[in-house]
């Protein structure tokens, strides 16, 4: 199919841009890179009136490190820019270690950081590592600007806190604190796929060994990003070993309660969710043990 009839603006300035919101409201969509929004067009699952195109907008595609270490992402750096980035490499592990998981090659090369996290597809990657990390969202309109907390952002499956006139600019990743682990698992039907289910897992010791932080945060199980905030509460001030871990796995499926499809039943992804929290924590536990574990 053919998408419905609409007016194409390309704006050169973000000012520019949220004037065009402004003006068109409800009737317009943002097309950062594409990937999710044109299909959508071409099944009629979305007619927009009008299309601002962000893709001469340069100013929103960076990369850069603030003094205090907190990793700043425009919202218009494509996927290959963040998977190939030293300073991601270095101050952001988990972004970069599940850039790669994200679609195919070809994907990354067009589709945006902002653009996946702003789509707020419950299976998407970004959104959930985004939550897991504590990251922050930069929105703007022709009104101001505010920051947002990921785990603010998403409302409900591709549902987000931003208003018509609004737009993503910028993603903050705050620097992590020394002893921290990370990991990112997910299982899928085949390579490049949407994951059944998958989770990221942020961790912190103390001096004697101790968690002192944990987050674990899942995606495919509901309507946005799914934090299992009392199974990590097993974990805090507790000395780690495989039977707490295991422990703290097993009590997840106590907060999730994910849908069935074609491609899985419930049953099945809560045996997933377990699996992959225990090989998180691992992970994550492991790499925050590791000798000359430091925040960059």
Same mark, same amino acid.
């Given at each position: 199919?053919?998408?419905?009839?609409?007016?194409?603006?390309?704006?050169?300035?973000?000012?520019?841009?949220?004037?065009?919101?402004?003006?068109?409201?409800?009737?317009?969509? $943002?097309?950062?890179?594409?990937? +999710?929004?044109?299909?959508?067009?071409?099944?009629?699952?979305?007619?927009?009136?009008?299309?601002?195109?962000?893709?001469?907008?340069?100013? =929103?595609?960076?990369?850069?490190? !603030?003094?205090?270490? !907190?990793?700043?992402?425009?919202?218009?750096?494509?996927?290959?820019?963040?998977?190939?980035?030293?300073?991601?490499?270095?101050?952001?592990?988990? $972004?970069?270690?599940?850039?790669?998981?994200?679609?195919?090659?070809?994907?990354?090369?067009?589709?945006?950081?902002?653009?996946?996290? /702003?789509? /707020?597809?419950?299976?998407?990657? =970004?959104?959930?590592?985004?939550?897991?990390?504590?990251?922050?969202?930069?929105?703007?309109? /022709?009104?101001?600007?505010?920051?947002?907390?990921?785990?603010?952002?998403?409302?409900?499956?591709?549902? +987000?806190? =931003?208003?018509?006139?609004?737009?993503?600019?910028?993603?903050?990743?705050?620097?992590?604190?020394?002893?921290?682990?990370?990991?990112? !698992?997910?299982?899928?039907?085949?390579?490049?796929?949407? /994951?059944?289910?998958?989770?990221?897992?942020?961790?912190?010791?103390?001096?004697?060994?101790?968690?002192?932080?944990?987050?674990?945060?899942?995606?495919?199980?509901?309507?946005?990003?799914?934090?299992?905030?009392?199974?990590?509460?097993?974990? $805090?001030?507790?000395?780690?070993?495989?039977? =707490?871990?295991?422990?703290?796995?097993?009590?997840?499926?106590?907060?999730?309660?994910? +849908?069935?499809?074609?491609?899985? +039943?419930?049953?099945?992804?809560?045996?997933?969710?377990?699996?992959?929290?225990?090989?998180?924590?691992?992970?994550?536990?492991?790499?925050?043990?590791?000798?000359?574990?430091?925040?960059?």
């Amino acid at each position: 199919m053919k998408p419905a009839p609409f007016e194409y603006i390309a704006p050169t300035t973000v000012e520019e841009a949220l004037g065009h919101l402004a003006e068109y409201g409800y009737d317009a969509k $943002i097309l950062a890179g594409g990937q +999710s929004l044109i299909p959508m067009m071409n099944f009629r699952l979305a007619q927009p009136s009008v299309l601002v195109d962000l893709n001469k907008l340069a100013e =929103l595609s960076f990369i850069r490190s !603030e003094k205090d270490g !907190e990793l700043r992402i425009g919202a218009m750096t494509r996927h290959f820019q963040v998977e190939r980035d030293d300073l991601v490499a270095e101050h952001a592990p988990l $972004i970069h270690e599940a850039m790669p998981k994200i679609a195919t090659p070809q994907i990354r090369s067009r589709g945006t950081f902002g653009g996946s996290i /702003a789509h /707020a597809d419950p299976a998407a990657e =970004l959104t959930t590592i985004c939550v897991a990390l504590d990251g922050r969202f930069r929105c703007q309109s /022709a009104r101001g600007e505010r920051w947002v907390p990921a785990q603010d952002f998403f409302l409900g499956m591709f549902t +987000s806190v =931003l208003e018509p006139d609004e737009m993503l600019v910028e993603i903050a990743i705050p620097p992590m604190a020394p002893r921290t682990g990370w990991a990112l !698992e997910e299982a899928a039907r085949r390579a490049h796929d949407f /994951a059944l289910v998958g989770v990221g897992a942020v961790v912190t010791l103390d001096a004697k060994d101790c968690c002192e932080r944990a987050r674990l945060v899942f995606f495919s199980v509901g309507d946005g990003p799914v934090e299992a905030v009392k199974a990590t509460e097993m974990l $805090i001030g507790k000395e780690v070993s495989p039977d =707490l871990i295991r422990a703290a796995a097993e009590a997840v499926t106590d907060e999730l309660d994910p +849908s069935a499809d074609i491609h899985a +039943s419930v049953q099945y992804r809560l045996h997933l969710a377990r699996v992959l929290a225990r090989r998180a924590l691992e992970k994550a536990f492991a790499r925050a043990a590791a000798p000359g574990t430091q925040a960059a």
